[in-house]
């Protein structure tokens, strides 16, 4: 019998929501019950263009604002055969970061549409299951002061998030809200349980193209 595919699961959310922590955790869980997966981060900082990039986000470069955009969706398509091979194998792949963030963080800034910022995205992988981790300004404040990377201020922020609910609109994306308010312990489970959901879901199911 043909191996069952993995699913491709998606935590986005503004910064300090807590992605990072819930990602790691989640991996850790599915394979302590026998699940394989994986972690993968966007931007992948350790790739070439990844280096352009976080050189970009650590301002000790500058780069053109369409051409960084489009150096995020290479940096995720340079992954792409590789994702799609651990998916085939039954790997499911947690993802800390996709081109929700892409469309996201361009689209915040002056005059981006929000079809332009999608186009170089669109038939990628589409995720099986992408939780927003809901938190709002003050709670994530209470989690520390912004660092010292591009993007990180307030008022930025503050758009990103506008154009977060605005991509949450599409239906056709399994998009879930996650209160990430709570402990780190009960949002967990609550991940833990939908991700369980989606990996049996998945299963059965064609690996979907991203706002096709
Ligand atoms: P992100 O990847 O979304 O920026 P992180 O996982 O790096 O967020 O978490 C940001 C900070 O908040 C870290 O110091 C982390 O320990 C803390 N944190 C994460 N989740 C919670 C939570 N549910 N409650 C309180 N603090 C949290
Ligand atoms: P972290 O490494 O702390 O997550 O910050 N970003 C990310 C974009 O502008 N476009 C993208 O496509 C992606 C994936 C979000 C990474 C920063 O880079 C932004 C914050």
């Not at 994986?38 to 500058?62: N, V």
């Not at 402990?183 to 096709?212: C, M, Y």
Request: proline share 4%.
């Amino acid at each position: 019998m043909a191996c069952k595919r993995g699913a491709l699961i998606v935590l986005e959310g503004v910064d300090k929501a807590g992605k990072t922590t819930q990602c790691n955790k989640l991996v850790q869980a599915l394979q302590q019950s026998g699940k394989p997966a994986e972690m993968i981060r966007f931007p992948d900082r350790t790739t070439t263009i990844g280096q352009l990039i976080s050189a970009y986000l650590e301002k000790k470069r500058d780069l053109e604002d369409h051409t960084v955009h489009l150096l995020f969706s290479a940096n995720r398509w340079e992954l792409v055969p590789l994702m799609k091979k651990k998916l085939e194998q039954g790997t499911t792949l947690v993802v800390d970061r996709y081109a929700f963030s892409g469309v996201a963080f361009t689209s915040a800034k002056p005059g981006f549409d929000l079809d332009w910022c999608k186009s170089p995205d669109v038939g990628l992988p589409k995720p099986d299951l992408v939780m927003f981790l809901q938190l709002s300004p003050a709670e994530a404040a209470r989690r520390g002061q912004f660092g010292e990377e591009r993007y990180e201020t307030s008022v930025f922020q503050k758009t990103v998030q506008q154009k977060f609910e605005h991509l949450m609109k599409d239906t056709s994306v399994n998009w879930q809200v996650i209160d990430a308010a709570k402990s780190v312990d009960d949002v967990h489970e609550d991940i833990k349980t939908r991700s369980l959901n989606a990996i049996l879901a998945a299963q059965n199911l064609p690996l979907g193209e991203l706002w096709k």
